[in-house]
């Protein structure tokens, strides 16, 4: 166990599917400028009952009961995996990241969760089997078990999932001088609704054109063929059926290309977009463009991001 001074710890927010890639692709972020674009976990030593302060920009938008945070819920979930009783922790969670955004709120504050108690504790549990205990914890608020959010936030990178294998996910190539930007308009959008939408079923021209791109994308990127994996971002699952909830898109879309932005889609579930920049000049007028057209009250948030290279982890005291 370690010492009882003060612990740090980060998790980076993601995007889910990417366009491309539905519950299959999903890559971590962070900012340019150096600030954070996450949750931030404190330890801050053991007590005889958990506790929980909560702070940050949207502190609002959690649970009034601690009880219910999901940074509780973690604990508990990680002590019954372990078997055996734990020693209770004053715990305070900086929420940096806004809530059914879209940008893997829920798997941000789980990550970060699980990898602090695991490295709190000694590391019980191993990178695979830790990474699974997070995305049975993210399927409880989601509604299924999917890991194209929870993989980035703990590995960081671009991640693909790997079905049926025992690595579930792989680091996949990308390319260094994109830029993307973030933009949450400051809605809400419950990925269980956003999810309550989609197809049941795919038809056969759907299923084989969802495959294509996707191959098409992950072989463009160990080409370096950045011209193929910007056309490849193309949603055949779920932003036909997801449009009516955000009507903006198209419109967005249709502007940004118009400015030589390589792609606009929606970041998981949504109301996020992300926009896709081939350098920083262009990626700061998309953000211009993005807070004027898009950002729609004081809870918004415009970030130019570059691909993340680590996920959760300890940060210096």
Same mark, same amino acid.
């Given at each position: ?38 949750? $931030? *976990? %404190?330890? @801050?030593?053991?007590?005889? !009952?958990?506790?929980?302060?909560? #702070?940050?920009? /949207?502190?609002?938008?959690? =649970? ?64 695979? $089997? *830790? %990474?699974? @205990?997070?995305?049975?914890? !993210?399927?409880?608020?989601?509604? #299924?078990?999917? /890991?194209?959010?929870?993989? =980035? ?165």
């Amino acid at each position: 166990m370690q010492s009882h001074s003060t612990k740090r710890y980060y998790a980076p927010a993601s995007t889910g599917n990417l366009s491309v890639g539905f519950d299959l692709l999903g890559a971590a972020f962070e900012p340019v400028d150096g600030s954070l674009l996450g949750d $931030e *976990l %404190l330890i @801050l030593g053991e007590a005889t !009952e958990l506790s929980l302060q909560l #702070s940050g920009r /949207y502190l609002h938008q959690l =649970p009034a009961a601690t009880e219910d945070n999901l940074v509780f819920k973690a604990f508990y979930a990680f002590e019954q995996a372990l078997g055996r009783p734990l020693p209770r922790l004053r715990l305070q969670l900086n929420k940096h990241l806004p809530v059914g955004s879209g940008l893997g709120s829920s798997a941000c504050s789980i990550v970060v969760a699980f990898y602090a108690f695991n490295d709190y504790f000694g590391q019980p549990f191993s990178q695979s $089997e *830790l %990474l699974q @205990l997070m995305a049975v914890a !993210e399927g409880g608020v989601s509604g #299924s078990v999917h /890991y194209d959010n929870v993989a =980035p936030s703990y590995y960081g990178g671009l991640q693909l999932m790997l079905p049926d294998s025992a690595q579930i996910c792989r680091s996949l190539p990308w390319f260094e001088h994109w830029r993307v930007v973030l933009c949450y308009p400051g809605t809400v959008l419950s990925t269980k609704a956003a999810r309550a939408v989609l197809p049941k079923q795919l038809s056969l021209t759907d299923s084989i054109a969802f495959a294509g791109m996707l191959s098409r994308f992950v072989s463009a990127l160990y080409a370096g063929d950045e011209q193929d994996a910007a056309a490849a971002l193309q949603d055949r699952v779920a932003e036909p059926a997801r449009q009516s909830l955000m009507p903006e898109l198209l419109p967005l879309r249709t502007a940004l290309s118009e400015q030589g932005v390589l792609h606009l889609g929606i970041s998981g579930a949504g109301p996020t977009v992300f926009a896709l920049c081939r350098d920083d000049a262009q990626a700061a007028a998309t953000a211009a463009y993005l807070n004027a057209h898009y950002a729609k009250n004081q809870d918004a948030l415009t970030a130019i991001c570059r691909l993340a290279p680590e996920g959760a982890r300890a940060l210096a005291e």
